[in-house]
Structure formats: C-alpha cells, structure tokens
C-alpha cells in the first residue's frame, strides 16, 4: 500500500494556508493537530484493509493476549532432524511459546538439505516442534547451532474473529466465541484446550508519526490535510473557513471508508451470519 511522508503532508497543508513558511511553534501545533486527526481516521474504521491481520498467534494461558513477544519465543535446538520433507526441531529444558500455522525463523544449522529459512509450524508438542521443507528425501541429523525465532507480530488494537484453523485454507475451521478485558481474547468453552488460534483483527496504530516519518497511509493523507488546516483556522478564530474545510476533509474520508467497507463486505473472513444452531460464511 502507499505511503506519504509527514512532509508531504507538511507541504499541502502550508499550500492551503497559502503561506510560505510556518513559525516554529505554529509547526510544533500542525504536529501535533496532524497526528489527532490522523488518529482519529484510524480509529474511524475497523476494516482498513492496511491493518487487517489474520495470523495464528499462541494462547498459552486459555487467552490470546494484546502482544505477542516474539523474542522472548526464540528457542535454542538441542536437536534437528529431517524425515523427507519434515523437520523436527527440539529444545531442552523449556517448552516452546509458538502455535501451528505460526511463521518462524530457523538460523544456524547444516546438512544435505537446508532446513534454514522463514516456515510455517506444522506441530507443537512441548520442546518439540515440526515444520516442513519444500523438497526432501532420507533422513538426516542437522549440525551447528540452530535458532528458531518467531516472526515479529503487531500488536493487537480489536479482536475480529477466532478460529482453530487457518480459515482461508481450511472450510471446516471452527470459530470460537470469546469476551476481551485488559489481558486480551478469553475463550468462552474452549473444550480442546488450545493453545493457540487462528485471529483475525485490527493492528494497532503505527502513530504518533513525526516530522521525518514516511509511513503516512495515502487513504487518510487528503483528509488529514484539510482536517489539520480546519483546526489551524479554528486557532486562528477563523471558525466559519474552518468548519467549511471540516466538511471537505469529511468527504475524504467518507470516500476511503466506502472503498474500505465495499472490500470488507467481499471479505469472508470479517462476515459471519449466525444462527442457534449453526455459523456460516456468507
């Protein structure tokens, strides 16, 4: 998706003051007004296609929590083997904080057939975990020091959806209710036990953005010009220009929202219809 930087951002916003330069505290204040509104078209939707995640993330304590410490899920080998295609790395002394369907990173090992690289778990039990490799035939025992560490997940802003499967590859995944506090996603009568879930949701906010950020989404940079020059009029005591710019800035958002819900309603990963007896896709 595309990106804008802060000072294109900067830049419109001076072209509709029709100013040349702004003073230094007139910038800190367009700053900080940018960074409200660009917060507040974030929190306008929760579809925008840029935050929509579905990841499998590890509920080790009956919930999925807001974070996942990916880090602290690096597990050291004690052992790597291969049977055709499928790897089976184990660890001494500590169980591994990762789920199925989760994607790591396996580093420091040699063999006939590299087992390094970026994987999707295929099994966790305890100190074992599996993965499997595109190609593959024998067996082997790997050397060297192996490292697995989980690839890097955001942070949680809104649970959507829980599943035990991947739905998108698997029809017949089931979809578990659930009730969110301050700790996270709770299952409500997780029979099997899971340790782990399929999620879909909406990830947290990339702001505060500064002067020198590059990662301002194209679909709020319109609306987050015109919105940040309405407040700039409105500090100015220009009220009438300002909540006529207000209703431009309005029209820019209203448009991307459209796009993001007329994808959403395409989506069947957001859309669920519910009956007493059944859950389908629709």
């Known amino acids: 998706m595309t ?12 072209a509709l003051a ?5 003073a230094p505290t007139e910038s800190t204040k367009i700053l900080a007004m940018a960074n409200r509104r660009l917060r507040q078209a974030y929190d306008a939707c929760d579809v925008w296609p840029r935050y929509m995640r579905l990841d499998a993330r590890p509920a080790p304590n009956g919930y999925v929590p807001y974070s996942y410490d990916a880090a602290n899920g690096a597990r050291m080998a004690s052992s790597v083997t291969r049977s055709g295609q499928t790897v089976t790395f184990v660890t001494g002394g500590v169980d591994f904080d990762v789920t199925v369907g989760q994607k790591v990173v396996i580093s420091g090992l040699s063999g006939s057939v590299s087992p390094n690289g970026t994987y999707e778990i295929t099994s966790v ?5 599996t993965y499997d490799l595109a190609s593959g035939t024998g067996t082997e025992t790997y050397t060297g020091t192996g490292l697995l560490t989980p690839v890097t997940m955001p942070d949680v802003e809104i649970f ?16 578990y209710e659930y009730y969110v506090d301050v700790d996270g996603a709770k299952l409500i009568d997780n029979y099997p ?18 002067t020198g950020s590059a990662n301002i989404p194209q679909e709020w940079f319109y609306y987050a010009a015109h919105a940040t020059y309405a407040d700039f009029l409105r500090m100015d005591g220009q009220v009438d220009k300002a909540m006529a710019e207000e209703q431009v800035a309005q029209m820019y958002l209203d ?23 059944s859950r389908q896709f629709r």
């Open 3 to 14: 990106n804008r930087t802060y000072t294109d951002l900067f830049e419109l916003i001076r």
């Open 18 to 22: 029709g100013v040349d330069e702004f």
């Open 125 to 129: 039990d305890g100190q074992t975990v």
């Open 160 to 175: 959507a959806r829980l599943h035990d499967r991947n739905p998108i590859k698997n029809g017949g995944s089931w979809e």
């Open 193 to 210: 036990d899971l340790t782990g879930f399929w999620v879909t949701y909406k990830a947290i906010w990339d702001g505060p953005y500064t």
């Open 255 to 277: 448009t991307e929202m459209q796009k993001a819900s007329q994808q959403r309603n395409m989506n069947g990963l957001y859309r669920r219809f519910s009956t007493y007896t």
